[in-house]
C-alpha cells in the first residue's frame, strides 16, 4: 500500500504565492508521472499539472499556466506545487496523485487519495 499526504494549504489574498507539498511512502516517484488535481466547492476533482520522472516534462492546463510550476525531489520522495498569483477561482482542496500519462489527461492510476489540503483565497 502507499500512502500520500499533501500540506502547505492556507488562506492567502489575492496575488499572494504557496507552496504545497506530497509526501509519498510506499514507493518511489521514478515508478509514476505525477499529477496535482483540485476540487473547489461544488465542482468535480480535476488534474492541472503534472510531470514526468523520465525527463522532467510537464504539463499544465490553461486555467494555471504561468503561475503554478510542479516539481519533484526524487531524494526526498515528494512532489511540490509552486502557486503564484492566486486567484479566488483557486480556491479548492488539492491533491496529488500519480497518473498513466502526463499529456493533459489526467487519468489516475489509483483509486487511493491523500486527505488534500485546503487552499483559499480571500481578501
Known amino acids: 500500500q502507499f500512502q500520500l499526504v499533501e500540506s502547505g494549504g492556507g488562506l492567502v489574498q489575492p496575488g499572494g504565492s504557496l507552496k504545497l507539498s506530497c509526501a509519498v511512502s510506499?514507493?518511489?516517484?521514478?515508478?509514476?508521472?505525477w499529477a496535482w488535481f483540485r476540487q473547489g466547492p461544488g465542482s468535480e476533482r480535476e488534474g492541472f499539472s503534472c510531470?514526468?520522472?523520465?525527463?522532467?516534462?510537464?504539463h499544465y492546463s490553461d486555467a494555471v499556466k504561468g503561475r503554478f510550476t510542479i516539481s519533484m525531489n526524487m531524494a526526498k520522495n515528494a512532489v511540490y506545487l509552486q502557486l503564484d498569483n492566486l486567484e479566488p477561482e483557486d480556491t479548492a482542496v488539492y491533491y496529488c496523485?500519480?497518473?498513466?500519462?502526463?499529456?493533459?489527461?489526467?487519468?489516475?492510476?489509483?483509486?487511493?487519495w491523500g486527505q488534500g489540503t485546503q487552499v483559499t483565497v480571500s481578501s
Open positions: 496523485a500519480p497518473v498513466w500519462r502526463c499529456d493533459g489527461t489526467y487519468s489516475p492510476r489509483f483509486a487511493t
Open positions: 510506499g514507493f518511489t516517484l521514478d515508478h509514476f508521472f
Open positions: 510531470v514526468s520522472p523520465i525527463d522532467s516534462s510537464t
